[in-house]
């Protein structure tokens, strides 16, 4: 059994619903999603921190995996240099879901960074940071009313990296 951890934002989350859904319902390999809004992941008496480290070692003892959706979030302004006045409004995925992704990649960084993947809308409606340009993500088509179909792609693509 693959272990997958699926992050994203509160406005991501039916989309991490969906992914979950089409990912443990395939009939090709034998995959148990946890979703961040799970009662397991998030334990009372432990700070946000320390469960998601707990997460990130259950999944490098497992050669799990982890999943963070982009959603386009927050609008952030952009000054455009230090002698240039311009600023630039831009969306962002949630401060946190990013924190999430470095910190999985920063834990299962020697099982292989191919264990952590982002997944964000095509549109190249979100600003990323610029320490992950170049990094390659798995873009869906998003579809407001049709979430699940918005996610056949990406659930297509993760399966073939679980292979």
């Given at each position: 059994?693959?272990?997958?951890?699926?992050?994203?934002?509160?406005?991501?989350?039916?989309?991490?619903?969906?992914?979950?859904?089409?990912?443990?319902?395939?009939?090709?390999?034998?995959?148990?999603?946890?979703?961040?809004?799970?009662?397991?992941?998030?334990?009372?008496?432990?700070?946000?921190?320390?469960?998601?480290?707990?997460?990130?070692?259950?999944?490098?003892?497992?050669?799990?995996?982890?999943?963070?959706?982009?959603?386009?979030?927050?609008?952030?302004?952009?000054?455009?240099?230090?002698?240039?006045?311009?600023i630039e409004a831009v969306v962002s995925p949630r401060d946190n879901v990013i924190f999430e992704l470095g910190?999985?990649?920063?834990?299962?960084?020697?099982?292989?960074?191919?264990?952590?993947?982002?997944?964000?809308?095509?549109?190249?409606?979100?600003?990323?940071?610029?320490?992950?340009?170049?990094?390659?993500?798995?873009p869906y088509k998003f579809q407001r009313n049709h979430i699940e179909?918005?996610?056949?792609?990406?659930?297509?693509?993760?399966?073939?990296?679980?292979?």
């Amino acid at each position: 059994m693959i272990n997958v951890f699926i992050g994203s934002s509160t406005n991501g989350i039916h989309q991490a619903e969906c992914l979950k859904k089409l990912l443990e319902s395939n009939n090709d390999i034998d995959v148990s999603c946890d979703i961040w809004t799970d009662p397991r992941i998030f334990k009372p008496s432990i700070s946000t921190l320390g469960n998601l480290l707990a997460e990130a070692n259950k999944l490098h003892k497992s050669n799990g995996y982890a999943i963070l959706i982009f959603t386009p979030d927050d609008k952030v302004y952009l000054n455009q240099g230090v002698n240039n006045n311009d600023i630039e409004a831009v969306v962002s995925p949630r401060d946190n879901v990013i924190f999430e992704l470095g910190l999985f990649l920063g834990k299962l960084e020697d099982i292989s960074r191919e264990h952590v993947m982002s997944v964000q809308p095509d549109d190249k409606s979100i600003r990323i940071f610029s320490d992950w340009l170049g990094i390659s993500y798995i873009p869906y088509k998003f579809q407001r009313n049709h979430i699940e179909n918005s996610m056949r792609e990406p659930v297509e693509r993760i399966l073939t990296d679980l292979r």
